[in-house]
């Protein structure tokens, strides 16, 4: 008689998952079960107009992506772009975007990718990590964006919470910094990233700096300006002869959510030979990951190179509507707990506020729909408000459900 073996468990692709819901799935499927056609979506990730829908003015990028799909059928393989375009859509970035200063392009290797700005900040990740694979968690500032969760278990890494005003940075692992904090809209003073700068020179760690919407922190600024003061945490890390890798995401600045092309990975050395070495590796990891560019992303490509003024009338427009949503809070909030998120200590798109137990439920039956982060703290998109004659009503609707029990981890820094 044979000898009967003990049956396999199978359930080696389908082990227990540990992790947790992503809210910001679970608030959009709350205000699409919605069925009231005044609701409003402070929960949404992408730019809203001043009527509260979705914003549809940016022409710069789905003008050049109807232009390039129109002549699909004259192109053959890949989307790989001639060098002329890629050379100009990476000095639009550098020099447009980024602020970095024209001396030191020749030492910065530009890879664009699939995937927005999530994808830059994964190429960026996988960049830095192939040469260290000692490697084995990020350093993520606390309340971070909840996709850095998912780049990180995609890699088999862990990951580790810091301070959001980087006053402890471990000599281990990999930092993940954000030039407004995504989440809470906390800037960092800027003497903290001269610290930084320092440290991570003196070490030469690898930092990563995740820029998903420049200008968008200092949006009450003219243009040019916005954009410098977005630039100066990255040209401190620079100045400060630090080893950066940019993620930059081209999602929010030119809305082009919708078609999701890339971003760009950033590598800014500091000599010559460095570069020449960064370069070889990179196209590596390009390769790695499919080794050519989606039409999506050669299209946001070619209006860079050929339509670059456009592409930034696009990004100062979102930019203005944006400073017209934070003027709107901040004087229908005033005097409140809830006014204090809307002065210079904080940027971008995104809050977190300290509410009462029940706020999203609360707020749901008022068809008002935010994030759920635990039950004391929410999460809004403060361009989800509307400009029109229920902008009072709404910013009232969260200004009542606001407490002041902020978590010391996400208060003003010296406050």
């Known amino acids: 008689m044979s000898k009967k073996t003990k049956a396999s468990p199978q359930k080696s692709l389908g082990r227990k998952w540990s992790g947790t819901l992503d809210q910001n799935l679970a608030a959009n499927q709350r205000f699409v079960a919605d069925t009231d056609p005044n609701?409003?979506?402070?929960?949404?990730?992408?730019?809203?107009?001043?009527?509260?829908?979705?914003?549809?003015q940016a022409t710069a990028f789905p003008t050049s992506l109807l232009k390039l799909v129109n002549s699909i059928g004259n192109l053959c393989g890949s989307y790989n772009p001639a060098k002329d375009v890629q050379q100009a859509a990476a000095e639009f970035i550098l020099g447009r975007q980024l602020k970095l200063p024209?001396?030191?392009?020749?030492?910065?290797?530009?890879?664009?990718?699939?995937?927005?700005?999530?994808?830059?900040?994964?190429?960026a990740i996988d960049f830095v990590t192939a040469q260290h694979p000692d490697i084995r968690h990020l350093n993520l500032q606390r309340y971070a964006w909840v996709g850095y969760d998912s780049i990180a278990y995609n890699r088999g890494l862990g990951t580790k919470a810091i301070p959001i005003e980087l006053t402890k940075l471990p000599r281990k692992g990999l930092a993940v910094l954000q030039t407004v904090h995504n989440g809470s809209g906390l800037l960092v003073p800027a003497n903290n990233w001269k610290l930084a700068g320092r440290i991570f020179a003196k070490r030469d760690q690898p930092v990563i700096l995740d820029i998903p919407y420049t200008g968008f922190d200092h949006a009450e600024f003219s243009y040019d300006e916005a954009l410098s003061r977005s630039a100066e945490p990255l040209l401190t890390l620079v100045e400060a002869g630090a080893p950066v890798v940019v993620g930059y995401g081209p999602t929010k600045v030119f809305n082009t959510f919708n078609?999701?092309?890339?971003?760009?990975?950033?590598?800014?050395c500091r000599t010559e030979q460095e570069a020449r070495y960064a370069q070889q590796r990179m196209t590596?990891?390009?390769?790695?990951g499919t080794g050519f560019i989606d039409i999506?992303?050669?299209?946001?490509?070619?209006?860079?190179?050929?339509?670059?003024?456009?592409l930034i009338s696009d990004h100062s427009q979102i930019m203005q509507r944006l400073?017209?949503?934070?003027?709107?809070?901040?004087?229908?909030?005033a005097g409140t707990p809830?006014?204090?998120?809307?002065?210079?200590?904080?940027?971008?798109l995104f809050r977190i506020l300290p509410v009462q137990p029940g706020t999203v439920e609360a707020l749901a039956e008022q068809h008002i729909h935010?994030?759920?982060?635990?039950?004391?703290?929410?999460?809004?998109?403060?361009?989800?408000?509307?400009?029109?004659?229920?902008?009072?009503e709404i910013v009232q609707a969260l200004s009542s459900r606001c407490t002041e029990g902020l978590p010391k981890a996400l208060r003003p820094f010296g406050a």
């Not at 590596?284 to 790695?288: F, L, V």
């Not at 809830?338 to 971008?348: D, Q």
Request: aromatic share 8%.
């Open 370 to 392: 935010v994030v759920y982060l635990d039950k004391r703290l929410i999460r809004i998109n403060i361009m989800g408000l509307p400009h029109s004659d229920r902008t009072e």
């Open 296 to 310: 999506a992303t050669y299209a946001l490509m070619k209006a860079m190179a050929e339509n670059p003024e456009g």
């Open 39 to 56: 609701k409003i979506n402070l929960g949404v990730g992408t730019n809203v107009g001043s009527d509260g829908k979705p914003w549809n």
């Open 102 to 123: 024209s001396n030191i392009w020749s030492r910065c290797v530009t890879s664009f990718t699939a995937g927005g700005g999530s994808g830059a900040v994964g190429r």
């Open 338 to 348: 809830l006014g204090g998120f809307f002065n210079s200590s904080y940027g971008g």
């Open 259 to 268: 078609y999701r092309p890339g971003g760009a990975t950033v590598v800014i």
């Open 284 to 288: 590596s990891n390009a390769r790695g």
């Open 323 to 333: 400073h017209q949503a934070k003027q709107d809070w901040a004087t229908h909030a």
